[in-house]
């Protein structure tokens, strides 16, 4: 790894909201009077009855309760509208940016309003009321965030899922929450090629019943309309009118659900409630962005994602900032898309995944160079480790040497940023995500659990709660307990390896367990599992990710054949569309190996480490093979792997 240190500049530090010395002083005060410090910075929203009580939290295992500012109500819409229009009513919220690189949009405060309004009076006359959830499943257009406020302004509870999700996928998530409401549009549009959402939804309907459906119109494309069911937004818009009073909810009201990718076993549906959620991803988005009044900031992440939630909609929009949404990728119609679209609308804060990062290095410098990007102040990257030659390469290429990085550490269990550096205070090394943000109490703990001092590696845990943190799996308390509290007693576990230097600077080294990364999109390994087993000609799976270029990591997925099945090119290419089919493109296996036995332990658990090794055509080394319950299936493996040097 790197050591390379880039100082803070001069002039970052003398502009920014924190320098060093105001960075250790806050950091300190947040973590000796937690309650103090939040008291005044849960201040920063506006509150209908204030709050009397901050923190009222406990990461005992036999009672993990999680509380912030209790006592308090408030509307998270009229936080990121209302109590903008006086001061800044005509500046635009958010900017959008099309597909097609002639069509964008500017959204004033006073547009939003009246659209969100607009939306919350659409969703109460089809009888949503407040706690009933709404499942969201829309592309990246304006609407998918007036939908997210409208919820939040009638206090109903939105889960969005990712416009790539196919229709099983949609269905699992509409029932486990029993949304009885689903909003999307005709179809999406990404690169140039549309995305059937609205046949997606009926199919999912099929298997998750819901009472209502309202569609969006965006491309135009023929769908059918069931009667009784559906309705289109812009007829429902025209009946409706633009004002509503935001319901009080109290701070510890759910505001929404997120479903993680389900690495073992079905998704968790992460639920985040109101007034804690709203502080710390407003607060995060102004400290760690170092935003400032007039910057015009864009995230690239799609609103499927948590970083969506937390930094394309509610952080900024509680700040009163601009947020630039993009409805399409990075490399239509060409690789310079990116560029082209912060020199258009003078983009000052830019964040993105290093996935992202990755695939346009490899498309050549000249894309970047031939745009100005002279507006550019700030760069972000989010979602994985970046790795150095990324990170070097977004620095002098795309950031002219000019711009700080902030690599952001968080999960969508966190709510918001836990580990990254602030741009005036935070000398960076290219590759880690530094230091703790404020009230984070990140600690290096080994397998036994003991806390480890100075430079060290080992699992990263958090040692007490912050106002973002979610406050239960939705339906299943016991999971929460379970998943992240018992591993280590009294700490949360993130799940995450970590590796602490001489500085006190956080380095991540991935998960500890195996979730496959494939261009920014999370999945597990058992739900691509799960769709080969379904496979008639299947009878068993495993997958793993090893190292992809463009992708970050690809899918290599072991299969065992049903009895009497022969491996063929032809059944290859039938796996792969079959998981295409239930999952989407983007779980595509890049590699399947047939595969006569999968290594497993006496138990019958498969033992992934060795398939990783395996797959990264490394096996020099299996490590202890000695509870193998028949080591000879791991010579097959080697002999017949898929991916040589
Ligand atoms: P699941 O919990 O179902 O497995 P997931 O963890 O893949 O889903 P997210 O919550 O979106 O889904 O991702 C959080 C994870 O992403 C972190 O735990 C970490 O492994 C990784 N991550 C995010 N940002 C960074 C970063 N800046 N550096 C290193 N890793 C990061
Ligand atoms: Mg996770």
């Not at 937390?310 to 990075?330: H, W």
């Not at 395996?614 to 319950?629: H, P, Q, V």
Request: with cysteine.
């Amino acid at each position: 790894m790197s050591d390379n240190v880039f100082p803070v500049p001069a002039e970052v530090a003398s502009r920014a909201l924190a320098d060093n010395a105001k960075y250790l002083e806050m950091y300190r005060k947040s973590v000796d009077d937690p309650a103090g410090f939040w008291g005044e910075h849960g201040k920063r929203i506006d509150w209908i009855k204030p709050f009397s009580k901050v923190k009222n939290t406990s990461y005992d295992p036999h009672n993990v309760s999680i509380k912030w500012f209790e006592d308090g109500t408030l509307n998270v819409s009229a936080n990121c509208i209302d109590r903008h229009l006086e001061t800044r009513g005509d500046q635009p919220a958010i900017i959008w940016e099309g597909d097609d690189p002639a069509d964008h949009k500017v959204i004033t405060y006073k547009d939003l309003h009246r659209e969100v309004c607009t939306f919350a009076n659409v969703l109460l006359a089809h009888g949503v009321k407040k706690g009933d959830r709404v499942t969201i499943y829309l592309p990246m257009i304006p609407e998918a965030a007036y939908a997210m406020l409208a919820c939040a302004r009638i206090g109903a509870v939105h889960s969005i899922v990712f416009g790539g999700f196919s229709p099983d996928s949609l269905a699992q998530r509409i029932a486990d929450c029993k949304s009885t409401c689903l909003i999307t549009a005709d179809e999406g549009l990404r690169g140039g090629r549309t995305v059937p959402l609205k046949l997606n939804a009926d199919r999912a309907a099929e298997k998750a019943p819901v009472d209502t459906m309202i569609v969006v119109k965006r491309t135009g494309g023929a769908v059918a309309m069931t009667g009784g069911r559906d309705v289109w937004y812009h007829e429902e818009a025209a009946k409706v009118s633009a004002e509503n009073t935001p319901a009080e909810m109290s701070a510890e009201d759910p505001l929404f659900i997120l479903y993680t990718s389900g690495s073992t076993g079905s998704p968790k549906g992460v639920l985040h409630t109101s007034g804690g959620y709203l502080v710390y991803a407003s607060m995060t988005h102004q400290y760690v962005f170092d935003y400032h009044e007039g910057d015009i900031y864009w995230c690239t992440a799609d609103v499927g994602w948590v970083t969506g939630h937390s930094y394309i909609v509610y952080g900024p929009l509680a700040n009163g900032a601009t947020t630039l949404m993009f409805e399409g990728i990075p490399t239509y119609p060409n690789a310079g898309r990116f560029w082209d679209v912060v020199d258009k609308h003078k983009v000052n804060i830019f964040y993105t995944a290093p996935t992202a990062i990755r695939s346009l290095m490899g498309a050549g410098d000249e894309h970047v160079t031939r745009t100005s990007r002279e507006s550019l102040r700030l760069l972000g990257s989010v979602g994985e480790p970046i790795n150095p030659e990324a990170w070097m390469w977004y620095y002098n290429v795309v950031g002219d040497k000019r711009c700080p990085i902030v690599d952001t550490w968080w999960q969508t269990e966190t709510g918001g940023i836990l580990i990254t550096p602030l741009p005036g205070a935070t000398p960076l090394k290219p590759g880690s995500a530094t230091r703790p943000f404020f009230g984070v109490q990140p600690a290096v703990v080994d397998a036994e659990g003991n806390i480890l001092d100075g430079a060290t590696e080992g699992n990263l845990v958090i040692l007490d709660s912050w106002p973002g943190q979610m406050r239960t799996v939705y339906g299943d308390h016991d999971r929460f307990v379970q998943t992240y509290f018992s591993t280590y007693k009294g700490m949360y576990f993130t799940g995450d390896g970590c590796r602490r230097d001489a500085d006190g600077y956080y380095w991540i080294t991935g998960r500890v367990d195996d979730v496959i990364n494939v261009s920014g999109h999370r999945m597990g390994t058992a739900e691509v599992e799960s769709a080969l087993v379904a496979h008639p000609k299947v009878s068993e799976a495993a997958v793993v990710g090893y190292p992809h270029d463009i992708k970050g990591q690809g899918i290599y997925a072991y299969v065992t054949l049903m009895a009497g099945e022969e491996p063929s090119e032809a059944l290859r290419k039938e796996l792969v569309a079959h998981v295409r089919k239930e999952i989407g493109p983007i779980a595509s296996p890049d590699l399947i190996q047939f595969a006569p036995g999968l290594p497993k332990t006496r138990s019958g658990k498969i033992m992934r480490r060795i398939l990783r090794k395996i797959a990264e055509d490394s096996f020099e080394n299996l490590g202890d093979t000695s509870t193998l319950a028949d080591p000879a299936v791991v010579d097959d493996l080697i002999e017949n792997r898929q991916n040589r040097a």
